[in-house]
């Protein structure tokens, strides 16, 4: 779930809340957290899915940072930071990740991929990155590139790939989405379960003096008893109108 929906607002006060969406599947990662998690076979499908639709559009590679697209296909999320993790999944073949080495173990634990090259401080995870698609002999291909990559990704992966003809890969990733899967339903009809109980817990302990913070941290103390960690946004008074 992408979108925050607003859930219930009156008498100057709005709650609004999202539990998280789902992840790998318990058996398949140690210190499971959610319960909206799925199954492993999942993201393997929407691998294969991927490729067929990269055949439809002329994809050698697809590459992908953190991001709901990136988690789409992983089913993981590191988080964005200024260290360079990206799956470089070719048309044919199995998905590599590359990622710093310290997150290593940390990746082959939480995410549906095993092939993994890793980068130490002093490397340059961009060179990496060339040298991974030479060694699928498609250093010379077209690769798409996920829509949310930030610039100077963009850059630093066309510096390093100069041969490539590096173009957007929106339309893999929205296609991909288009479909859900019964599992996905699954998942979704128990995000909404998860946050419309949540948030009517946390109204019925609304009270005179407490806080913003107090209520938004009641809110996912709500979402984590029911099996996510998820969050809320919680506004009182004129903050209400200006979500």
Known sequence: MNRRSFIRSSAGLAVAGM????????STRANSFSALELPKSIFSD????????????NLDVLIATPG????YIVGYNPG???RLIAVLLPRSGNP??????????????RSAISDISTWEEQDNPFALTATVVEKLNLSSGRIGIEPTTNYFDFLRFKEAMPKASI???SPVFNELRMAKSIEELGAIRKAIEITLASITATHEQLKEGVSEQE???LLSSEMEKRGSNGGGLVQFGQDSALP
Do not use: C, W, Y
């Open 167 to 169: 173009v957007d890969g």
């Open 19 to 26: 539990a998280m969406p789902p992840l790998l599947h318990a």
């Open 80 to 82: 964005r930071s200024e």
């Open 68 to 71: 709901t697209n990136f988690v």
């Open 46 to 57: 929407r691998v294969r899915r991927a490729q067929e639709m990269m055949a439809k559009e």
């Open 96 to 109: 590599v990740m590359i990622a710093p080495s310290f997150e290593r173990e940390r990746i082959i634990r």
């Open 215 to 217: 209520i938004s941290r």
